[in-house]
């Protein structure tokens, strides 16, 4: 990659935003003199080769092996790392982790592979052992080590000095709970959730409110529109029984529907799901429709 691609590849992640608590602050960790990422925790690892990278990636135009090979890897951490895994999935994602390693070794240099490169070989194995991947990650606990590690004033005694440092903790928190005013327990949250009388705007459940001076970024042209309502229609909540009931009339009409595997019904539903919810709510009127769901079939606009 050439000296002008890796400055606007670290350009764009050091000018990333994420959601509060998402990630730590990437921006910190990018070098635009020296075009290197350095000081990046384990899970902002995670995070940059799962969400960010295969995005930014696309504003430096790599060869179309490279931009195959990571969106492979973001989509096999994404799937690995659901919360929900199904079993005829996991022999698949065995063998596209595999196809993924070999088109690697065919790209990159022989020292890239190391022994953390080969142990996503054995990711799958371990989900079928141990089951799915966030109920045994260490994350949670890096974070509270690094607390632990703020405790430690005497490099000669570390032990020690942590133990003493977490009992002052305790002891402090303890008396905190019978002392008046503003203490850690009562103290406002740094990113509360929004109020009672917004909560009704989010179409998804959600947490926290932006911090900061909100500026728009880009404007949304009318593809990328569509498919962000694509997107919606294919994941709210409260379109569940309508989109069982777009399947039902579907089969109804043609039997052949009945067999169709769950890529080609989300196929489906992407397609035809917005059309038929349009025609479903005028043909009623809007009534017995929801506020939320007759924006929704009105399309975007």
Known sequence: MSRE???ILCSVIKKIRTSDGYVSNISRCVN????????MKSHDCHVLIQ???PIALRSCYPSKEVMTIVIRLAIF???ICSKVLEDTELDELQESIVMTLCDMEKIFHPSFFTVMVHLMVHLVEEVKLGGPAHYRWMYPLERSFVRLKSFVHNRAYLEGSIAK??????????CSRFLEGTTRFTRPARNPDPADNTKDMYMFNSSGQSIGKGTIVSRFDNPLLLHAHRYVLRHCDQLKDLRREFLDHEKGKQSWIANLKDANIERLINEHFADWLEEKVLEH???GFNE???ALAAKPN
């Open 5 to 7: 691609k890796k400055e």
């Open 32 to 39: 635009m003199k020296d075009c290197t990422l350095t000081g």
């Open 51 to 53: 969400e960010i990278l």
């Open 77 to 79: 951490f994404k799937k």
């Open 165 to 174: 440092g977490y009992v002052a903790d305790e002891c402090l928190t303890f």
């Open 285 to 287: 009127d809007g009534q």
């Open 292 to 294: 939320k769901i007759r």
